[in-house]
Structure formats: structure tokens, C-alpha cells
């Protein structure tokens, strides 16, 4: 038998990180911890470690957004394979596209499912979730995108029918609101007539539950915040003590959002021997490292309509913690 041509794989992966991101890595260091308020970007959390750390923050009691979001999106699954009619399914931060599992279930029963297109920008998940799909899934092609979707959303190959971009898990929250904005105002800029955005997005609750949920018991999402000060010592041969530095989950009530924070536990100077940059910290000095926004019905409607989308559908899970929006380019 003559062996398959690559268009008849059923696996594609295209990369668009060679070099660029540990570029990107060096201009975000370089312009954030000169800041009078020092401030690194969260996308540099998720190597293999910060990845791995995340995955165990999801299965933490104290972190629901996971769950929530299962729990919607196992009871309206079929509602949204039906009302989008997806062959499609394009995910933005797709991670182990864990949950991803629900809707390509709904679409594979509804006898529309041909390709998911995961984009991450972490390797070894985009190549891994790869594979376990195409063996899950007889039939399914994947072709999957590692990169920066801040960055190479115009390389994401052309839509075979009507598609789905799903953003999932609250990861929206993680741009300040102008960022925000123009992201989904690029991501709409993606979508067809026939297609939908599915976004997920944590709601204003409790500050208690929303503080506990950044600042769990074991300790996990501290780990996960000092990983980037690893990423930064591996990358950039810097050399930061991660037990120099605390902790820190505030809840903004003014602008509605969580913020990590790493606070320096005593006056230091590290050095990152890439940039040939001191870094200086005064004791109880704080480096913001992520906000994660938490929306009301009408911020997450507003946001939409900014970018000129259209509500289709609106779902929560019963303690209304989080939400799951269906939308389409609104019709001119
Ligand atoms: N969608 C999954 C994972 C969320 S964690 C879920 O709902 O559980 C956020 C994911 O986005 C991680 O996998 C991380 O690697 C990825 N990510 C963060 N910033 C990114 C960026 N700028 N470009 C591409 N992927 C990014
Ligand atoms: C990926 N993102 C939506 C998570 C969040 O909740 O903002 C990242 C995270 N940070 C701490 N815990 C989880």
C-alpha cells in the first residue's frame, strides 16, 4: 500500500513559535520589570511545568470554574452542535482540551464533526491532544496551530464549513479591557456568517469564593504563579529565588477582577543575565503576574457587541458561577 501524502493525514501541526516566543518572552521582561509597577504578561506561566500545575489547579476543590463550565457544557452540548451545525471546531488556548471532549461528542453524534483545530502556545499539549484525538475520534483530521493567538490568529488555515471558535475556561478574563476588546474584535474578524464564538467567562460572585479559588490550600496556584520566575531563570538565565516571593490573590471590587500577585519577601537585586538587567525589589515590592476578570451578563453582552457580535445564547450552570455565551457576527 503506498503510504499516505500529508494532505491525508490525519494530523497537521504548523509552528509559529521558533524563537519568536522566548523574543517575546525577552521584550515582555525587559518592558515589565522596568515599570515603576513591575508586571509580567500570564501567558508566560504555561511551559510543561506551569501547564501541568494548571491542569491540577482545575481538579482543586476550591476551583470551580472548571467544573462550572463541564457542567454547562455537558447539558447543552447537543443544543449547540444542533444550533451550529459545526464541522469545525476551532479552540483558542485549548491546553488538554479536556472539556473540548463534551462538544466534539455532541458533534460527532450530530454526524457533522470533521476537524478541531487546537492552537496553544504550548507544544507538547497541541502535539499531545493531537494524537489522543485522532485515536478517540475515527474520522476526525486535527490540524493543530502552536502559537501566540495574541499574535498569529491570521495563520489559522481556512474554515471547511461552518465553524465554532471556542475561547474556554475563563481565559478572556486574563486581557485588561482594552485588550479584551480588540481580541475578540480580531476574533470576530474570523467568523463567517455561518459561524459562532463560544466563550466562556467566570461571573462575579462571593469574593470569599473568588479569593479562595486563586489562593488554594495545597498551595498549587502559588506554585503556579512562582513558575514564571522559573520560566524567566531557564529562558533568560535569570536568577530569581521563586522563595524570595510570596504569594498574593486580591479581589479588585472596583474593577471586578483577581489579582496574582508575586510579593518579594525581603530587599533584592536578581539579575536576568540575558537582558544584562538588574532587577531590583524593595521588601514587600509586588510583581502583578495575571488579572482574571469576572463578568456580569452585561459586561460579557457589551464586550460582545463591541466587537460586533450577537448574543445567540446565554447558558450558566445552577449556582450561576459561570458562564458559557453562544454568539454570531450580527447581521448588518
Ligand atoms: N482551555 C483550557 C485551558 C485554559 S488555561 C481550559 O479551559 O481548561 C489557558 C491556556 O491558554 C493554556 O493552555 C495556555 O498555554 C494557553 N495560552 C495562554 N496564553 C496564550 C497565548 N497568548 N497564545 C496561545 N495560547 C495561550
Ligand atoms: C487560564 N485562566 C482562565 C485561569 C484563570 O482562572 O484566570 C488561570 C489561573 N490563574 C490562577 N488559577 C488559574
Not at 472539556?99 to 499539549?125: C, F, I, N, Q
Request: a negative charge; charged letters at 30%.
Amino acid at each position: 500500500m503506498e503510504p499516505p501524502t500529508p494532505s491525508e493525514l490525519p494530523i497537521q501541526i504548523d509552528s509559529h513559535l521558533d524563537g519568536s516566543h522566548e523574543r517575546s518572552l525577552a521584550e515582555d521582561a525587559l518592558d515589565g520589570l522596568t515599570r515603576p509597577f513591575k508586571e509580567l504578561p500570564p501567558k508566560h506561566f504555561y511551559d510543561a511545568r506551569g501547564a501541568a500545575l494548571f491542569d491540577r489547579i482545575c481538579e482543586l476543590p476550591e476551583y470551580y470554574p472548571t467544573r462550572a463550565e463541564r457542567t454547562i457544557l455537558e447539558e447543552r452540548a447537543e443544543q449547540l452542535a444542533r444550533l451550529t451545525g459545526a464541522v469545525e471546531l476551532v479552540e483558542l488556548g485549548s491546553g488538554t482540551a479536556a472539556k473540548t471532549r463534551v462538544l466534539l461528542d455532541a458533534l460527532d453524534a450530530a454526524g457533522t464533526l470533521e476537524r478541531y483545530v487546537p492552537v496553544d502556545v504550548t507544544e507538547s499539549m497541541v502535539r499531545e491532544c493531537a494524537e489522543e484525538l485522532v485515536e478517540e475520534y475515527p474520522g476526525l483530521s486535527v490540524h493543530g496551530v502552536i502559537g501566540d493567538f495574541e499574535r498569529h490568529l491570521d495563520r489559522l488555515p481556512p474554515a471547511c464549513g461552518p465553524r465554532i471558535v471556542a475561547f474556554l475556561g475563563g481565559t478572556i478574563g486574563n486581557f485588561l479591557p482594552g485588550s479584551r476588546r480588540r481580541f475578540l474584535r480580531a476574533i470576530a474578524r474570523l467568523l463567517g456568517p455561518a459561524d459562532h464564538l463560544l466563550l466562556g467567562t467566570d461571573l462575579v460572585k462571593d469574593p470569599r469564593v473568588l479569593r479562595a479559588a486563586y489562593d488554594d490550600s495545597q498551595g498549587v496556584t502559588a506554585e503556579f504563579n512562582r513558575n514564571v520566575l522559573r520560566v524567566l531563570n531557564r529562558e533568560l538565565q535569570a536568577d530569581f529565588d521563586p522563595d524570595d516571593f510570596e504569594h498574593v490573590a486580591l479581589f479588585d471590587q472596583q474593577h471586578e477582577w483577581i489579582e496574582m500577585r508575586l510579593r518579594a519577601r525581603r530587599e533584592h537585586t536578581a539579575r536576568v543575565a540575558a537582558l544584562d538587567l538588574p532587577v531590583h525589589f524593595e521588601a514587600g515590592e509586588e510583581l502583578r503576574t495575571e488579572i482574571s476578570a469576572k463578568f456580569t451578563p452585561e459586561r460579557v453582552e457589551g464586550d460582545l457587541a463591541a466587537a460586533g457580535l450577537e448574543l445567540a445564547l446565554w447558558l450558566t450552570d445552577p449556582q450561576q458561577y459561570f458562564a458559557v455565551s453562544l454568539s454570531r457576527p450580527r447581521a448588518v
